[in-house]
């Protein structure tokens, strides 16, 4: 089994929905972290937390938000999907900030 | 604020011809960097971290150096084969980013030709 497991893997949805992402990890890391990746762009870091109480934006967080529901659990939503958030989007985790730990990645599409 | 550069963004070489991945980085205040693989539409998986005390890491056909007065790491396969194809992407941790938060270069898409 995955340590980082993300669900959905693929998702397509219609500009306005709201969505949500889930990751959860078995690593038993504090450290959660939501990227997204775009061609040519690279790993961009949407939002970060150290443990439930603890949660912080990171480069590109307008349009998302997040939720902690436990030290193995943490989802990325969309409250409005437009088109431009179509992208890979990878959830990770550190024991210590200095090495990550990714998931598989959530293919997100919004048409 | 750390700029992380791959060059180049795409290579093609035969099997058998050694990778040579170039990452840059501007800021010389990092506590490691660390290569991950990527394949097509898949995860990232970590393939080697060396840490700012270190010149070198290796592991099996890998070898990754380390010049942080220039800010520089390569990252050396030796022997290529098909399946070394993917993406390398390195990524560094800032010692004065709340959070160490890894910033990521645009990674190299390798392909290795039978």
């Known amino acids: 089994d995955a340590d980082v497991t993300q669900t959905p893997r693929n998702r397509i949805t219609k500009t306005g929905k709201r969505i949500m992402l889930e990751c959860s990890q078995t690593?038993?890391?504090?450290?959660m972290y939501w990227y997204r990746q775009d061609p040519g762009l690279g790993l961009r870091l949407i939002y970060y937390s150290f443990d439930v109480k603890d949660i912080n934006k990171g480069e590109i967080s307008d349009g998302y938000s997040v939720s902690r529901q436990a030290q193995a659990k943490f989802s990325l939503s969309l409250e409005s999907a437009i088109p431009n958030q179509t992208a890979l989007y990878f959830c990770?985790?550190?024991?210590?900030?200095?090495?990550?730990?990714f998931g598989q990645g959530t293919r997100l599409t919004v048409v | 604020k750390q700029e992380v550069t791959q060059i180049p963004a795409a290579l093609s070489v035969p099997e058998g011809e050694n990778l040579v991945l170039n990452c840059s980085f501007t800021d010389s205040a990092i506590y490691n960097l660390q290569w991950f693989r990527q394949d097509p539409g898949k995860g990232l998986t970590s393939l080697l971290l060396?840490?700012?005390?270190?010149r070198e890491q290796t592991s099996g056909r890998l070898n990754a150096s380390l010049d942080k007065s220039s800010g520089r790491s390569t990252l050396y396969i030796a022997a290529s084969q098909p399946g070394d194809s993917a993406t390398y992407l390195c990524a560094v941790p800032m010692i004065k980013a709340a959070g160490n938060k890894l910033t990521f270069g645009g990674g190299t898409r390798v392909l290795v030709k039978p």
């Open positions: 990770a985790t550190s024991n210590n900030g200095l090495s990550a730990f």
């Open positions: 690593k038993g890391h504090d450290r």
């Open positions: 060396i840490q700012s005390s270190q």
